[in-house]
C-alpha cells in the first residue's frame, strides 16, 4: 500500500479570544480544540498526516474592521511559530465591504494570507447584493480565493427548520443537518443569477462539503438556468471555472463520486473541517479514495496537496 502524500487542509477552523462570545454555547464542547493554536493542534495534523492547515475562523458574526484586523494580526503571530505547518484565510468585516476588500489586501499583502473565508451571509443578506461586490472586485484583482462557508440561519429563515419536534432538532435542521449546505448551494445559485460572475470572470469561489448538495443536483439546474437572464458563460462553464470544491466533512466516497462526474479533477481539493471532524477520519477518508479507483494516482496527489498549492499559491514537502 503506497504512503500517502503531502496532505493540505483548507476548511480548518480556530477561535479568537477576541471573537468567542457567540461561541461559547455553540462550540462549548470543542472549544478547547479550536482555541489551540500548537501543541494540541499539530498532534492532530500529525495523528492524520496533514502537512499544512489553513485556519480560518469559525462561524461567529463578522467583526468591525477594527476587530477584524486585530484578529488576523494575532493569527498571523500566531502563525509565524508554525509557519510550515500553518497558513491563513483572512476574516472580513463583511458589514463594511470597501473596509473588507483593504483587509483582504493587507492581510494577502502584508500578511501572507492566502485569501478570506466569510460567512455565507449577513444577516440574512447574500452577496448577490451589489453592496458586497468591492470585496469580489479585490479578491480578482489580488488573484486569491473568497472561501464561502456555511453560517446559522438568520432571523428570517429560522422558522422553517421549527417543526413537531424539539428545539435540538431544529437547530441541527439549520446547520449541518441540512440548511447549512442547502443555504449555501442556494447562494452560489444566487451569485451566478447576479451576474456576478460576468463582472468579475476570473474570480475564484471555494465551497466545501462536496459542493453544498450542488454536484448531485447540477444535471438538473443548468436546463433551468437557460431561462434565467442572459449571461455570456452558462452555469456549467462558471462551475468549471469559477469554483473550486472542497470535500470538507465528508467522507463517504458515494458523493464524492458524484463530485467527480460534474466538476474538474483540478478544482476538488481535500479538506476535514477541523475540529468538528477529526484528521483521523480524513486520514481514512484519503486512504479509502487511493484505494478506491475512482481517481489515477496523478489525481490522488492533485486532490490531496496539488490543487490546493496551486489556487492559494503556497507548497509543501513530503514530511
Known amino acids: 500500500m503506497s504512503p500517502l502524500p503531502p496532505v493540505i487542509t483548507l476548511e480548518e477552523h480556530y477561535i479568537s479570544p477576541q471573537l468567542n462570545h457567540n461561541a461559547v454555547e455553540r462550540f462549548a464542547n470543542i472549544l478547547p480544540m479550536l482555541e489551540n493554536l500548537e501543541g494540541r493542534r499539530l498532534a492532530d495534523m500529525d495523528a492524520g498526516s496533514v502537512t499544512l492547515q ?9 467583526p468591525s474592521p ?11 503571530a500566531a502563525i509565524q511559530k508554525h509557519p510550515k505547518r500553518l497558513a491563513a484565510f483572512a476574516v472580513l468585516p463583511m458589514g463594511d465591504p470597501h473596509a473588507a476588500a483593504e483587509e483582504l489586501a493587507r492581510t494577502t499583502r502584508d500578511l501572507h494570507f492566502v485569501g478570506a ?4 451571509h449577513l444577516d440574512g443578506r447574500y452577496y448577490d447584493d451589489p453592496f458586497f461586490w468591492p470585496v469580489f472586485e479585490r479578491a480578482q484583482a489580488l488573484d486569491v480565493p ?10 428570517n429563515s429560522k422558522s422553517q427548520y421549527q417543526g413537531n419536534f424539539s428545539a435540538n432538532t431544529s437547530f441541527s435542521l439549520g446547520m449541518a443537518g441540512w440548511g447549512w449546505h ?22 475564484k469561489i471555494v465551497i466545501g462539503h462536496d459542493g453544498e448538495l450542488l454536484p448531485f443536483q447540477l444535471d ?23 469554483i473550486w470544491v472542497t470535500t470538507s466533512g465528508m467522507f463517504s466516497l458515494a458523493p464524492f463520486a458524484c463530485l467527480l462526474k460534474v466538476t474538474p479533477v483540478e478544482h476538488v481539493m481535500f479538506s476535514v473541517d477541523y475540529p468538528f471532524s477529526t484528521n483521523e477520519m480524513g486520514k481514512k477518508f484519503l486512504e479509502e479514495v487511493r484505494d478506491s ?18 489556487l492559494l499559491k503556497v507548497e509543501v514537502k513530503a514530511p
Request: avoid cysteine.
Open 182 to 203: 442547502a443555504d449555501t448551494g442556494l447562494h452560489v445559485l444566487r451569485l451566478y443569477a447576479s451576474g456576478l460572475f460576468e463582472k468579475y470572470p476570473r474570480l
Open 54 to 62: 489553513v485556519l480560518s475562523h469559525a462561524a461567529v458574526e463578522a
Open 220 to 242: 438538473r439546474i443548468v436546463p433551468m438556468t437557460q431561462g434565467w437572464d442572459q449571461r455570456q458563460r452558462g452555469l456549467r462553464q462558471v462551475w468549471r471555472e469559477n
Open 66 to 76: 477594527e476587530v477584524a484586523r486585530s484578529v488576523n494580526d494575532e493569527l498571523y
Open 293 to 310: 479507483g475512482l481517481v489515477t494516482a496523478e489525481e490522488f496527489k492533485a486532490i490531496a496537496y496539488q490543487n490546493a498549492e496551486r
Open 146 to 155: 473568497i472561501y464561502i462557508h456555511p453560517f446559522f440561519p438568520a432571523g
Open 117 to 120: 473565508l466569510v460567512n455565507n
